[in-house]
């Protein structure tokens, strides 16, 4: 009897769960070609793909617009017209391209070798894309490719035309741009191997932005091939059941026809052939191409309803597309056996089974990473594992970890407000104490971008001896100050004065003439000539992708100090406003500088937070204003439906959050800052089995502005909400109309809560 | 008692052995100086390296006397005046260069970084080397080096002058010259940690000849440093404990002492962190340097016991250091606990708990492995297991394999006749189903070199199509011979027939006009113009590293038939003379070819066979003469003691078996002829527990001809003995004398068998 009531209970639950599931098939709302091509050339891609995946799947299996791609860097631009292949990995909206494993791409006629001979025209009303599923049709081979996806294993379906020899080509040597990158990509050893008449196998080293990745695969064919041939470094192979080399394809030939089309299901491993040939075995046994779709639509299904919104159609595309965006990575790198490749190159497994890796964590430790604190608290602290395993074989937390290797793209060392951010909202599943140690580390060991010494000396970077050395010295006392609160909860007094001494180290680039952060040099002087328009890029200027007025704002962890610093609310709001109007744009704007509204921009990280600023400062209609721009003319679900590079979820998380009303402009503060609810209704489910639910009726249009706000029934004024209040469930209720009301969260009492200075 | 009586039976045998064994400890009679640098500009360094290692072990620990090695490809040329530390892995006689991993240099005064400043002069006169044993007196520093090794581990002792501050650089950046090769050497990560305050341990993962390796490394100093100091890149990372980066170097300071030297042990692993950490604890737990000098050097006699021999000191020296250097290699690649890595890669585990690795095939083929299967059965077996590992993941044997990988230097398949010369003699431990599967496989998969669909389509490799494709026809030629035999043995009569008809394909360069081997192309006409001197090298001329004099007598497995496309015995012997007397050097001689009797270039390995094909025809007395005369001029105990390469323990075995007055002409026809013995006596130690004795009391000096032979007390007047006679245990007895016996061995049955032809 007690367990007839427990099942009682649980089927009361399930009815409960899915009464509050407004939306049943949000993927039907993912339209994955947002964010893959600019419109005109006043718009950007977002470099996002528009291929077949699963939730934070390893294989990301997507059509290739580019014979070497490099910009976009997923491979896909909607303004092309050909297509090269179907390749099984991607990276999705970051700036720098890498992958593009294992190439599949079918073809009739005859027997060619060469990209340029094997590509196909295509165009949009033949193609087709939704969650887990890519169909096209080539049109130079009147061939249909359907792509659908298992975490491991990539399946695809051709339909050849009647009548013809259809081929695969499998294109190893197909890779991102050999001669464009600072460290040349080069095939180090590659090789096929004829299994059967049905199955191939192989596998590629290659080095490129990553490093150094291994990438094995087995293929098997839904039917055998009637002939095949090896290639490699232009000799064809023939006589030949395995080929090795560095330029290395193979051509399998099939007996075609329109009724019986030709499966292909290709396991991935970056750890061991044997790896590839289980986790196919694993994950896809059968030839159900329909099923799959089923099965990968369900998985995406099944994440994406973490949060249930009501609001137009075009604001669930773009939500529900940027959350899938916002799942695609990180990627789980391991085997379906746990087993991974640290970063010493030595094959280990993971304890918890998962290693995730893709962190582009200057763009996601802002908003990506809170939202999984959020709606994927277990993912989350699988991702922080897999960082802490880093920090085990290399000293220290990845900066930008691609293929499970530090790349040191960007700056900062944000994978300290990732970890103090889950311990700070008691994520389960962490061993706080190694974190403890690897945030410590990674804030004291010098690295390459981190010349610690430097700060102990000057208590800034001097811009004469470590480049970026303002948006560095600004960044790193936002990391230290997330050390100092984990070393102070820990009850560790000496780092927590430490850290918080380092943290402070921003007002030393703080310029009170010109009321801008500027270089210093280890002189103690001023960097010079200074127009806080003048951009910097990723070295050579105090600035990293930005200028002085977009760097002006980042001191998330103490906005009271920078408050202060800037004359007090009144010239802090003052600036602000100028910042979001003053339009200039010089000849030098960085090429990740983009989404301009006045000087903030959108399209690139250092601004995502500046919006919400208003809220300390006693002037929270202004956030409304600025935020409710941003979503209505920054956003839109078409292929240009970011500002900028999508950046592994950061672009969409801050949508996500926004459209509920809120943001985290301290990432590890646990507090959310109110702007304007964009979305009808937002369910957010919890991990701990509530619901948080955010009410705004009257949003979207026009009414940008809170009236008023009630949470669970009672009047609330705080411009913010704590991680705290959502756990608890509860409902949170917007007012919302045309016209501020300057009277709602205008109290100082109502302003985000001062940091710990 | 039955104990008591196999007791007394052990010792009895212990006694005779004992007795047999005429030489306690021959590593006295090894000059590790030998082969490591020319004495003038006729004479060659035969690319050895002086420091110590033991049989067959992974670490050999070796001073480099050149920044950025590259020629010689040992790292150490006598002729050189400076050190700039010692180095953890080499080649010992190849022609290109690699490994030099995890460099170690004490110096004093300043804290210096760059090769230029630590860098040390040395002269000889204050340098030692003894099998597992190097010292040398750094003149700079003041600082007597001494190095000594167990397998995967290298034990220094630095004893620094008093009252100085000693520093020990660990230079992870030292490498082959990065910018020379073709495929150019770079690291691609590498690390340095410190553990504690005596121990550091670190990585290097680095593509270069070898196309990627990596090398973990585990240091423990016998003394606490009292500073360290990381660098990467030029920058100091004072603050760290761990640096990561592409030139990664550390400092380690001491507070130093003429009483007390620094030591530091190395433990060295191909897989792994952990694995060097183990190897390190395995094999080397203690301190004790000069007990570690005496097990290295017991390990040496041990092995260099397999043979005692008699002559003149120069003759010993030459001989043991031979036999030394054939013993320096293949070296066990994997861990203690048998972890190794694959050819994708990967790591596996060997069955036998060893994989070896550096197999020179185009040179060992010859000799090296012949004499393995006499003095090395059991390792022989261990080295074909290990090629066996190649052909599992890549699909062929090793041409040329290095650090487990693939080089593809040099031509033809020549793992093959190694196997079948293991099989033919039944050297247990190997599963032959799987060697035939995969000599077979190297002989019918297409590979880089090995073009076979040619070799079908014309039956020779036409040059226009296969560069190099006189030699490559004629070596794949005794390769397929090679199949054909095992193939034969196992009864599989159609693979028998189909190797046999390619291993006759040399015929089909025979041109009767210009009496050669000459390249043709597709259309079947001879390349033209032709001149015999014309040299080729490695790619765009018919000939390798050689001209058609010298690939004129490549037909090992059918002298016979060569005689006769030669037009019998006589013109065959007049050729022979003719090549033994033209003084002809044309302008274009390959830097491969060198020691040169009229055409015949001992130095480099096309020519070994050579000399003793007399024997086939005839004249074996002419055998006698040419072998003799090689002997005694191209040998020596100097640093110039090879006449070129020494090529991984060939050129060494070729005196090996030549001073005993036997050469295996068919290297997988455990037939061996006679040529001219030099040592007056050589007992080899057999498998089987027995020996087998070789008199030739009066050789040496002009007494170079044979007059008469007895095997076992009759005599005997065959020109060549078989394995299985010398298995057979016994003596031979050679009568030698100044004056050629042109009646001994001269009748037609006297000459080695003929082929299966």
């Known amino acids: 009897m007690v367990r007839g009531i427990v099942r009682i209970t649980l089927a009361s639950l399930a009815l409960l769960s899915s009464a509050h599931a407004q939306t049943a098939d949000p993927a039907s709302f ?45 491979g896909y631009d909607y303004n092309d017209h050909s297509i090269f292949g179907f390749s099984h990995t991607h990276l999705s909206g970051t700036g720098v391209a890498d992958l593009f494993d294992i190439l599949c791409m079918p073809y009739t006629g005859e027997v060619v070798w060469e990209p340029g001979q094997y590509k196909s025209d295509f165009t949009h009303d033949a193609e087709k894309a939704s969650p887990g599923y890519y169909s096209v049709l080539l049109k130079t081979w009147n061939t249909k490719v ?66 150094l990745r291994k990438v094995f695969f087995r293929a098997e064919f839904s039917q055998p091939f009637v002939s095949d041939a090896l290639l490699e470094g232009g000799k064809v192979m023939e006589a030949g059941t395995v080929v090795n080399g560095t330029r290395v394809k193979a051509v399998l030939d099939f007996n075609a026809s329109k009724d019986q089309p030709v499966l292909v299901k290709v396991g991935l491993s970056s750890v061991s052939r044997e790896g590839a040939e289980r986790n196919l ?27 249930s919104v ?45 290693h995730y890796s893709t962190f582009s964590l200057w763009d996601t430790y802002r908003a990506a990473h809170p939202l999984y604190t959020l709606v994927q608290p277990e993912r989350d602290a ?78 800034f970077f001097p811009e004469n001896k470590q480049s970026q050395s303002v948006s560095l010295t600004l960044e790193v006392a936002f990391d230290d100050w997330c050390v100092a609160q ?89 600036k602000l406003d100028t910042f979001f109007t003053l339009q200039a744009k010089p000849a030098d704007v960085n090429g990740n500088a983009s989404g301009f509204i006045g000087q903030d921009a959108h399209g690139n990280e250092p601004s995502h937070h500046t919006p919400y600023l208003y809220d300390y400062a006693g002037q929270p209609w202004k956030t409304q204003l600025y935020t409710a ?97 959502i756990l608890s469930g509860g409902t949170l209720e917007f007012d919302m109309g045309p016209a501020p009301n300057k009277k709602w969260g205008t109290a100082p009492e109502d302003a985000p809560a001062g940091s710990a200075y």
């Open 30 to 74: 993912v339209n994955p070609f947002i964010g893959t091509g600019a419109v005109d050339t006043n718009s950007l891609s977002g470099s996002n793909f528009p291929g077949a995946c699963t939730p934070f799947g390893f294989v990301q299996l997507s059509p290739d617009t580019r014979e070497s791609p490099s910009d976009p860097a997923s």
């Open 146 to 211: 359907e792509l659908t996806a298992t975490t491991h294993v990539g399946l695809q379906r051709y339909t050849f035309p009647t009548g013809t020899r259809g081929h695969v080509i499998i294109d190893l040597d197909h890779s991102l741009d050999k001669k464009r990158f600072y460290w040349p990509c080069r095939i180090i050893s590659a090789q096929v191997r004829v299994v059967n008449d049905h199955t191939i196998e192989g596998y590629r080293i290659i080095t490129g932005w990553s490093r």
């Open 281 to 307: 075995e694993t994950e896809l046994p059968g030839w159900d191409f329909d099923a799959t779709v089923a099965d990968a639509r369900a998985a995406w299904n099944k994440e994406l309803s973490c949060i």
């Open 310 to 354: 009501d609001g137009t159609e075009e604001q669930k595309r773009i939500f529900y597309t940027g959350l899938y965006h916002a799942f695609t990575q990180p990627n789980n790198l391991a085997d379906a056996d746990g087993a991974y490749v640290g970063t010493d190159f030595t094959t280990r497994k993971a304890a918890d089974g998962t």
């Open 382 to 459: 699988a991702f922080i594992n897999s960082m802490l395993r880093q920090y085990e074989t290399y000293g220290y937390l990845p900066i930008w970890q691609l293929w499970g290797d530090e790349t040191y793209c960007m700056i900062g060392n944000h994978a300290i407000p990732v970890i103090v951010d889950a311990y700070m909202k008691h994520l389960p599943g962490i061993d706080y104490a190694k974190a403890y140690a690897a945030i410590r580390a990674s804030s004291v060991v010098e690295h390459p971008g981190a010349p610690f010494r430097l700060l102990d000396q000057y208590h």
């Open 486 to 574: 984990m070393a102070n909860a820990m009850g560790k007094t000496e780092d927590y004065k430490y850290f918080m001494d380092r943290a402070g180290s921003y007002r030393n680039l703080y310029d009170a003439d010109t009321r801008f952060f500027r270089g210093r040099n280890a002189d103690g002087n001023w960097v010079s000539p200074f127009d806080p328009l003048t951009y910097g890029g990723n070295g050579g200027a105090p600035y990293t992708e930005g200028n002085a007025w977009q760097y002006c704002w980042y001191v998330p962890q103490d906005v009271p100090g920078l408050i202060r610093l800037l004359g007090g609310a009144s010239s802090f709001t003052d």
């Open 629 to 725: 721009r941003i979503m209505q003319e920054l956003y839109n679900d078409k292929s240009s439906g970011y500002a900028g590079n999508e950046d592994c979820g950061q672009m969409s998380s801050w949508y996500i959050f926004s459209a509920m009303g809120f943001y985290p402009v301290n990432p590890a503060s646990s507090v959310y800052c109110f702007g304007s609810p964009q979305l009808r209704k937002a369910v957010i489910r919890l991990a701990n089995g509530g619901r948080f639910t955010v009410l705004a009726p009257k949003a979207g249009g026009k009414n940008i502005y809170i009236q008023a706000v009630r949470l669970n029934g009672s009047p609330y004024h705080k411009t913010y909400i704590t991680h705290k209040d």
